[in-house]
């Protein structure tokens, strides 16, 4: 999913550039301490519900402490009511966003102003994003009333102040947006948070759940005992608890100023953070931070699972991210070295986005021989086997990801340990078929591809299918690389719940390969099946019953207790998107094993855990 950086902190020290700047963007700057007879409060602004009741009106002379000014991308300043100035109502937030438009802010915390302007409301992302909006004044006029006041006293979020229901449903005569609703903040996470849009809040010392960035934020939860997981995170266990007690932290203060700490799941926050509560594209609610604590690190180390028995087949799948041979040797070596340290050399290895041989040079090269030398190259040096590799090549520019790379599936596997079967391996567009040979199942193509034409893969990563034959028996395994979540609500839309708009491809992609998984079982009830890969959704997905439907598969991560079972940390949220699935043939003999060295942490080399299943065949 893409991401812009949010905008930090600034502020001018020479008054006269400053005036200069304001009156040349037309914003007046005054210090004269005039105001009107007839006052809109900040309550008024913001109102009971998400929308102002005055959005398009002209307000004037709003009072207000400077808490805090942000001075370039989305440029502003948040101000405050003074203290005895607030009403008495829990629903209406006592602060405003102050947008400046492209000119600098002019003002400082601790500056009483009063400001003049048109109350608006910015939905970040686009009116179709779904997301929330933000109350705020723009075009507006500021007078500077005085300066070094104190700043108004910070709303302390804990586990007690942030209610355990996530969010109201939404009204489904405004086609389930929650918009409209009356805020109830000691009822719903997203009320509480809304009732303080803008306004000082702090949290103390806090268990990090989602590892800071390459945009510098991180995720918080200040309810620790939320779905907490054994390694520190918060488990997203179903959509029903989407875990309020999440909230991500950035900082006013620009990073050469003050670096921002580098944090792992787990670690704390110590000291917590301090500032304005803002509302943005790429995560919703967001402590801005004007006073930052420090990390204390809590020594979270990257798993390692067990080497496989002498008996056992271990099967693996991993999402390498994009991986080319423009890529430094290094990201080559640390990726390999995790298949033999931290994976201990599984048997067959389903790699998913291996991209072409020049990456993403779109020049309608599809081959990508040299990624794959490259990579099982780097496993030998690493100490690992020589694995050999099947795959099938796209078509140029057909299966989604970045244009020009042309990321695909691959099987790596021991030929020390494992065997493929060969079958007229098949192209990007013929697919494979279960065939008959003898009592047995096989394929009409290996490798081959799973229905490629049908529409469900359109701009998609089509499966890969394979025999191995490991100490006698056949084993079929089909990787996949389901469709994105991209265009997917986030979990603080004003949709209650959110729309998902992309598992409808999801699902359709599962029914096919269940489907597929079917016909092989109907030749040979018993065959040996495992589906894995990436398969961008949970264990608790629609697209996930769709696997598992009429009992041709289940899926391996439920063999973990739940607070192991995630693959992916997401806005503080730890998840399953890659998993492993079995056929009835596999039996309940075997060991399944998230293996958590990448998600969790700040340094990653991919985005996802890989994952291991070892069973015999």
């Not at 805090?68 to 629903?91: C, E, L």
């Not at 020589?386 to 691959?410: F, H, L, T």
């Not at 495992?530 to 598992?548: M, Q, R, Y």
């Not at 207790?561 to 693959?567: A, G, L, M, T």
């Amino acid at each position: 999913m893409p991401h812009i950086p949010s905008s930090r902190a600034t502020r001018s020290a020479a008054v006269g550039a400053v005036v200069a700047t304001a009156l040349a963007a037309g914003l007046v700057v005054a210090t004269s301490p005039a105001a009107s007879a007839d006052v809109v409060r900040i309550h008024d602004i913001q109102g009971t519900t998400r929308v102002s009741p005055l959005a398009g009106q002209q307000v004037t002379d709003v009072a207000g402490i400077v808490t805090g000014v942000r001075g370039y991308g989305s440029k502003g300043f948040w101000i405050q009511s003074a203290k005895g100035t607030a009403d008495d109502d829990p629903a209406t937030s006592e602060a405003v966003f102050v947008f400046t438009g492209s000119a600098a802010p002019t003002v400082a915390p601790g500056d009483a102003v009063r400001v003049s302007g048109t109350v608006g409301e910015y939905v970040p992302g686009g009116a179709g994003s779904g997301n929330q909006s933000l109350t705020q004044i723009t075009k507006p006029t500021v007078t500077v009333v005085s300066s070094g006041n104190a700043l108004p006293a910070p709303v302390t979020l804990d586990a007690k102040s942030v209610p355990a229901a996530y969010a109201p449903r939404g009204d489904a005569a405004q086609g389930g947006s929650i918009n409209a609703l009356p805020l109830r903040p000691r009822s719903y996470a997203l009320d509480r948070y809304e009732s303080l849009e803008g306004m000082n809040v702090r949290v103390g010392s806090s268990r990090v759940v989602g590892a800071t960035d390459a945009y510098n934020e991180l995720w918080v939860t200040v309810k620790p005992h939320e779905n907490a997981d054994r390694r520190g995170g918060t488990v997203y266990g179903s959509y029903r608890a989407q875990n309020g007690g999440r909230l991500q932290i950035q900082q006013l203060a620009p990073v050469s100023q003050q670096p921002f700490p580098t944090a792992n799941v787990g670690d704390v926050l110590r000291g917590g953070a301090e500032g304005p509560l803002d509302y943005n594209q790429f995560g919703g609610y967001t402590l801005v931070a004007r006073e930052l604590g420090d990390v204390v690190d809590k020594g979270l180390e990257r798993e390692k699972t067990r080497r496989q028995g002498k008996g056992e087949l271990a099967v693996a799948t991993y999402n390498v991210e994009n991986l080319d041979p423009t890529d430094p040797q290094t990201q080559f070596d640390a990726l390999a070295g995790a298949v033999v340290s931290n994976l201990s050399s599984p048997d067959i290895v389903a790699l998913e986005e291996i991209q072409d041989d020049n990456g993403a040079k779109n020049d309608g090269t599809v081959s990508a021989e040299a990624t794959l030398k490259k990579f099982t190259d780097a496993v030998v040096a690493a100490g690992g086997p020589r694995y050999a590799w099947r795959s099938v090549d796209p078509q140029n520019n057909k299966d989604g990801g970045e244009p020009g790379g042309n990321i695909r599936q691959v099987f790596l596997y021991n030929p020390e340990r494992v065997s493929f079967t060969e079958r007229a391996p098949g192209d990007a567009t013929t697919p494979t078929e279960v065939v008959r040979a003898g009592k047995r199942a096989a394929l009409s193509h290996s490798p081959g591809r799973v229905d490629p034409l049908n529409d469900a893969w359109a701009d998609s990563r089509k499966p890969l299918a394979g025999e191995f034959v490991f100490r006698g028996r056949t084993v079929f395994v089909i990787a996949n690389h389901f469709g994105s979540k991209g265009g997917d609500e986030g979990l603080t839309s004003h949709h209650q719940p959110p729309v998902r708009s992309s598992e409808a491809k999801r699902l359709r992609q599962a029914q096919a390969v269940n489907g597929f998984v079917k016909d092989l079982r109907t030749v040979q009830r018993n065959a040996d099946v495992v589906v894995l890969g990436d398969i961008n959704d949970h264990e608790f997905s629609a697209a996930t019953k769709a696997l598992e439907d009429g009992g041709a598969l289940r899926s391996a991560v439920r063999s973990l207790p739940r607070s192991e079972r995630y693959s992916y940390v997401y806005q503080g949220n730890s998840q399953v998107l890659d998993q492993i699935l079995t056929s009835p043939g596999v039996g309940d003999d075997f060991h399944y094993d998230s293996v958590h060295i990448n998600a969790e942490f700040a340094r990653q080399n991919s985005d996802h855990d890989p994952q291991v299943l070892r069973f015999k065949p």
